[in-house]
T-cell receptor, first 112, second 112 residues
Framework: GNSVTQMEGPVTLSEEAFLTINCTYT??????LFWYVQYPGEGLQLLLK?????DKGSNKGFEATYRKETTSFHLEKGSVQVSDSAVYFC???????????FGAGTRLFVKA | AAGVIQSPRHLIKEKRETATLKCYPI?????VYWYQQGPGQDPQFLIS???????DKGSIPDRFSAQQFSDYHSELNMSSLELGDSALYFC???????????FGQGTRLTVV
């Protein structure tokens, strides 16, 4: 079945450091890929998405590229801020009413 | 733009009580999904509905039931509540054929 694997956290970085959170997926079809962010005590917010191979999703300085050949969708940001501290979930969906499947989440701490 | 509305936002119940969570999808969305997120966990899929019919079932306990009504809103009914049911419950909606599901802010259920 479909699944998402993302790097374990927590990840602790200093402000302005480069961020990479790895995500790989297994899917039988051609899913869309997503990154969601969850701030403490809050709900899930869609951060970015990509719907087909080689698409790059980007938002708020974050970006991720849909790599079909490596079945990956790694999240990157060139310079993190303290306000980026949150839990990040990689997810996939094949649409057609199929559920969204989440990775385990990666907690990011950014120190001032 | 209208989003997915969940009510109540917070709910405190005692063990063995019942709870009903409500979800109002984005207008014209025909598919609703329910997820449970325990503390420090990723969202786990419970159940989904398309056009008022159950379309998929995940790790939903037998003590829980759900339905989708003619106006497409959905309710998750939880009986004989246990301490372990304390979690954040998310509802999401989508248009069948689209891959992106839109998530509500969640209902935080605390069982004491």
């Amino acid at each position: 079945g479909n699944s998402v694997t993302q790097m374990e956290g927590p990840v602790t970085l200093s402000e302005e450091a480069f961020l990479t959170i790895n995500c790989t997926y297994t899917a039988t079809g051609y899913p869309s890929l997503f990154w969601y962010v969850q701030y403490p005590g809050e709900g899930l917010q869609l951060l970015l998405k990509a719907t087909k191979a080689d698409d790059k999703g980007s938002n708020k300085g974050f970006e991720a590229t849909y790599r079909k050949e490596t079945t990956s969708f790694h999240l990157e940001k060139g310079s993190v801020q303290v306000s980026d501290s949150a839990v990040y979930f990689c997810a996939l969906s094949e649409g057609g009413g199929f559920k969204t499947i989440f990775g385990a989440g990666t907690r990011l701490f950014v120190k001032a | 733009a209208a989003g997915v509305i969940q009510s109540p936002r917070h709910l405190i119940k005692e063990k063995r009580e019942t709870a009903t969570l409500k979800c109002y999808p984005i207008p014209r969305h025909d598919t609703v999904y329910w997820y449970q997120q325990g503390p420090g966990q990723d969202p786990q899929f419970l159940i989904s509905f398309y056009e008022k019919m159950q379309s998929d079932k995940g790790s939903i306990p037998d003590r829980f039931s759900a339905q989708q009504f003619s106006d497409y809103h959905s309710e998750l009914n939880m009986s004989s509540l246990e301490l372990g049911d304390s979690a954040l419950y998310f509802c999401a909606s989508s248009l069948r054929g689209n891959t992106e599901a839109f998530f509500g802010q969640g209902t935080r259920l605390t069982v004491v």
